[in-house]
C-alpha cells in the first residue's frame, strides 16, 4: 500500500526525545512506530493521521492551530488516566501538524488473539477479566472520559494475566482528525463511523451523542466474546453487523458455547440494549451481576476489587516519569503539567515496565496508532526498521521455512501446504529481501507478475521465514501484517490469518488460509523465490 510505503521512509526520524526506528502497523487512525526515547527505552509512538515525507514550510493555518490545541487537550486528559489496567499515555505532541502519542511498549496479548487460539476461556478467567475491564471503565467514567470504541482487540494480557485496556479516546482524536480534514465543500455532512464492528452501539451508528451507557454497551458486546468466543453480531460487511446492532436482538451465548447458566444472556442482553436507559448504569454493576451467577460468595470482594477499594493489583513499581513533549510549539503542553501519579504493572527491568502497546490479539478475540491492544504474550523487541516493498516475482506452491543463526542463513526446510489460489507468475531465483533487510517479527511486501496485490515476505517471532500471496481469500482485498497482534489482517472485513500456521484463518469471514510462496533463505543471506 502507498501509505505504508510513505509511513516506512519516516523510520530514522527524529521527534523531539524520540527516534523512530521501524514501522509496526498502518492502523486506520495512522502508522505506529516503534521509537526510542533519550533513555534508549522502547515506546510505541501513535500518529493521528499521515505525516508527509518532507517537512513542511511556512506557518500553520488558524485550523490547523485549533485542531492541534483541542487535540492537546484531550492527550493531556488522556495523560491522566494513570491506573493499574490502563495502558497510559506517557507522552504526546505533534510532528509537521499531525499529533501523536506516545505509549510505553511491554509485553502483551490481545484478547482476541488469545481467544482465537485457544478458544473461550473458563467463567473464573472471565471473571477475572471482567473485573479488570470494568475497574479500568470506573475509573475513566469517573474523569469524564470514555473510551468509544472499547473491544477485544483493545484489551491485552500481560504475562501475569493482568488485562490492560488501550487506546481509550483514540477514536475521539481520529474522528477529530477527520473533521480537520473534511473540506468546506462538504458542509455538514455527517462522518461514517470507523469504531469496531465488534462493540457499536447503536447510538453510534446513528450519529447521536455518547455516554457512559455507549461504554457500557461495548463492555456487554466484550463479555460475550469472552464467555462465547465470537462477536455478539457477524456480517460479510461493516453494513451487515451495523444493521444488527440496530435491530436484532442478541443471539443467546448458548448456540456458540453450550452448558453456561441461561442467566448470563440476561446479563449481555441489558448491557447490550438498543435503547441506552436500558442499559446497566456502570460497569461495576455489570461485574455484580456476573459473580451473583458465576461465584455468589465472591460478590462483595469482586464489587470492591472493581472499585478500586482493594486493588487487584500491586505493582513493584511505577513507571518512570514522562518525557517533556518536544514537538512543534502548539501542542506542546506545559513543562511539568503531566506528572505521572499512578504505578503500572511492571516486568523484569524499569524499561521493560514501559509497557508495550502492542496490540496482539488473544484471550476474546490490537496498532497503535495506536494506543495497543490484546492477545498471547509475546515479549519482542523490535529492534530494526521494516524496509520499504521491492519489486520481484513468485510463484505460491510451498512456504518454505529457514532459521538464522547470528545474522548467518541456512538453507530452509520447506513445508508443503495446501494450495488455494492460481499461482501467480514466476521469476525463478528472484531475489526478494536479504535477511538483514527484514527484521524479526516485520514484514516486507514484493510484486507479485501479474496481479495488483504484493505477496508478503515474513519475518517470524522464531526466526523463521515464510511467504504469502497478501490477497484475502474472503473479498480479494491485500492483507497487511500487524507486529503487534502478529498476524496477518485484512483491512476490508478484518479477517486474520496466522503466518506461524501456514496462514491458516484465526477469525472469519475468510474460510480458506491465504496462498503460500515457496522461498529459499540462501547462504549469502538473499532470500529468493525458489
Aim: with cysteine; net charge positive; hydrophobic share 40%.
Amino acid at each position: 500500500m502507498v501509505a505504508h510505503s510513505l509511513a516506512a521512509k519516516l523510520v530514522g526520524t527524529v521527534l523531539g526525545n524520540y527516534r523512530l526506528e521501524q514501522l509496526l502497523e498502518q492502523a486506520k487512525a495512522g502508522p505506529v512506530f516503534l521509537a526510542r526515547g533519550q533513555d534508549n527505552a522502547p515506546s510505541l509512538l501513535r500518529f493521528i493521521g499521515m505525516p508527509s515525507i518532507e517537512s513542511r514550510s511556512g506557518p500553520m493555518s488558524q485550523a490547523q492551530m485549533i485542531f492541534l490545541g483541542r487535540c492537546q487537550q484531550e492527550a493531556m486528559q488522556l495523560a491522566s488516566l494513570q491506573h493499574p489496567h490502563i495502558l497510559p499515555v506517557l507522552d504526546y505532541g505533534n510532528y509537521q501538524g499531525i499529533p501523536y502519542l506516545v505509549y510505553p511498549h511491554v509485553p502483551m496479548t490481545a484478547v482476541r488473539t488469545l481467544g482465537a487460539q485457544h478458544g473461550p476461556a473458563d467463567l473464573n478467567t472471565v471473571g477475572r477479566c471482567l473485573r479488570h475491564i470494568a475497574s479500568a471503565l470506573e475509573f475513566a467514567h469517573a474523569r469524564a472520559i470514555l473510551h468509544r470504541n472499547l473491544s477485544t482487540s483493545c484489551i491485552f494480557l500481560l504475562s501475569d494475566q493482568q488485562a490492560v485496556v488501550a487506546e481509550f479516546g483514540l477514536l475521539r482524536l481520529l474522528e477529530m482528525s477527520r473533521q480537520a480534514e473534511t473540506s468546506p465543500e462538504s458542509g455538514n455532512r455527517q462522518q461514517q463511523y470507523e469504531g469496531s464492528s465488534e462493540s457499536s452501539a447503536p447510538e453510534q451508528l446513528l450519529g447521536k451523542p455518547v455516554d457512559v451507557y455507549t461504554d457500557i454497551y461495548a463492555l456487554g458486546a466484550v463479555l460475550y466474546r469472552l464467555l462465547s468466543g465470537h462477536a455478539p453480531f457477524v456480517g460479510k460487511t461493516r453494513e451487515e453487523v451495523a444493521r444488527q446492532h440496530l435491530y436484532a436482538e442478541v443471539p443467546p451465548i448458548s448456540l456458540r458455547r453450550p452448558g453456561l447458566p441461561a442467566e448470563l444472556d440476561q446479563i449481555v442482553r441489558k448491557a447490550m440494549a438498543k435503547e441506552p436507559a436500558q442499559r446497566f448504569r456502570h460497569a461495576v454493576e455489570i461485574v455484580e451481576a456476573y459473580y451473583r451467577i458465576v461465584d455468589p460468595q465472591n460478590v462483595e470482594r469482586a464489587i470492591l476489587s472493581t472499585t478500586g477499594a482493594t486493588p487487584s493489583v500491586h505493582p513493584s513499581a511505577p513507571l518512570p516519569a514522562p518525557s517533556r513533549p518536544r514537538s512543534e510549539p502548539v501542542a506542546s503542553p506545559a513543562a511539568g503539567s503531566l506528572p505521572l501519579r499512578g504505578p503500572v504493572p511492571q516486568h523484569g527491568t524499569a524499561r521493560d515496565a514501559r509497557m508495550s502497546r502492542r496490540r496482539l490479539f488473544t484471550l476474546v478475540g490490537a496498532g497503535g496508532g495506536t494506543v495497543i491492544a490484546a492477545s498471547v504474550i509475546a515479549a519482542i523487541l523490535l529492534n530494526h526498521h521494516a524496509s520499504p516493498a521491492t519489486a520481484g516475482s513468485s510463484q505460491p506452491v510451498v512456504a518454505a521455512k529457514a532459521t538464522t543463526t547470528g545474522g548467518a542463513a541456512t538453507q530452509p526446510t520447506a513445508t508443503t501446504v495446501a494450495q488455494t489460489q492460481p499461482a501467480p507468475t514466476k521469476s525463478a531465483g528472484n531475489v526478494l529481501a536479504r535477511v538483514t533487510d527484514v527484521p524479526v517479527n516485520s514484514a516486507k511486501k514484493f510484486t507479485i507478475a501479474n496481479q495488483t496485490n504484493p505477496g508478503l515476505l515474513i519475518h517470524l517471532s522464531d526466526n523463521n521465514f515464510v511467504a504469502f500471496d497478501s490477497t484475502c481469500t474472503h473479498a480479494g482485498c491485500s492483507v497487511d501484517y500487524s507486529a503487534q497482534s502478529q498476524a496477518l489482517i485484512c483491512p476490508c472485513h478484518g479477517a486474520m490469518f496466522d503466518p506461524a500456521k501456514n496462514a491458516a484463518v484465526l477469525h472469519g469471514p475468510a474460510t480458506t488460509p491465504l496462498t503460500p510462496i515457496k522461498i529459499a533463505v540462501n547462504a549469502d543471506g538473499t532470500i529468493t523465490a525458489s
